[in-house]
C-alpha cells in the first residue's frame, strides 16, 4: 500500500524522548505504533521517566487522526501537577502496553 502526506518521524523502538505538546499531549509517530503492533488499540499503559523520576499511567486513551497510524495521548492533570509538568518539557516514554 502507498503511503501519503509528509515523512514522519523515523522510531521504531522505545524508549523514545518526545516534547511535550501546550495541550499535554505526546505523541506517538506511526513508525512506533506500527513496530509495537498497537494500531488497534484505545486503551494502553504507559511508562514514563521525567526528572529521574518514573511513573506509570494506566488505561490511557489514544487518540488518532483519520489518515495516519501516529497516535496522541493525554498526560492526566494529578501527574502533571505532580511531577511539575509544562508545556515544552520533555519526557522519555520507556514503555507502552495493552491494557490489561
Known sequence: MRRRGAVGFLVTSLPYRVKVYSNFQVLIPA???RALEITNL??????FRYNDAMETIRGVRLLRTRHTDSRQFTIPKEVREK??????????????TPLS
Open 42 to 47: 484505545r486503551y494502553v499503559n504507559v511508562t
Open 31 to 33: 513508525s512506533l505504533v
Open 83 to 96: 511531577y511539575g509538568i509544562k508545556p515544552g518539557d520533555y519526557i522519555e516514554i520507556l514503555s507502552i
